[in-house]
Nanobody
């Protein structure tokens, strides 16, 4: 079992920055693929970015060049640095984890609200 706790959300003006953090429990953090998803009001949950311990990263087209995912396996934490924020980035952001051999994300955090004002 992995427990995930997000933090760092808040209200920011368009063009600003925020850094989200996700702290994970457990001793096998480095074996998990970590990801961020987001869900805007009335919309489905969308993929934002993912990170492998190997260093590989994947981003949604909508955030490429603006968001950066990183992880510190020593601290069991994954981060999402969000720059040049836009009002359309407003959503609840969720941290998620899956095993390398799993096709679905098995563990989810409770989410943190990010609101970008125009």
């Amino acid at each position: 079992q992995v427990q995930l706790v997000e933090s760092g959300g808040g209200l920011v003006q368009a063009g600003g920055s925020l850094r989200l953090s996700c702290a994970a429990s457990g001793r096998t953090f480095s074996t998990y693929v970590m990801a961020w998803f987001r869900q805007a009001p009335g919309k489905e949950r969308d993929f934002v970015a993912s990170s492998w311990s190997s260093g590989s990263k994947v981003y949604a087209d909508s955030v490429k060049g603006r968001f950066t995912i990183s992880r510190d396996n020593g601290k069991n934490t994954v981060y999402l640095q969000m720059n040049s924020l836009k009002p359309e980035d407003t959503a609840v952001y969720f941290c998620a984890a899956r095993g390398l051999s799993s096709s679905t994300y098995e563990f989810w955090g409770q989410g943190t609200q990010v609101t970008v004002s125009a």
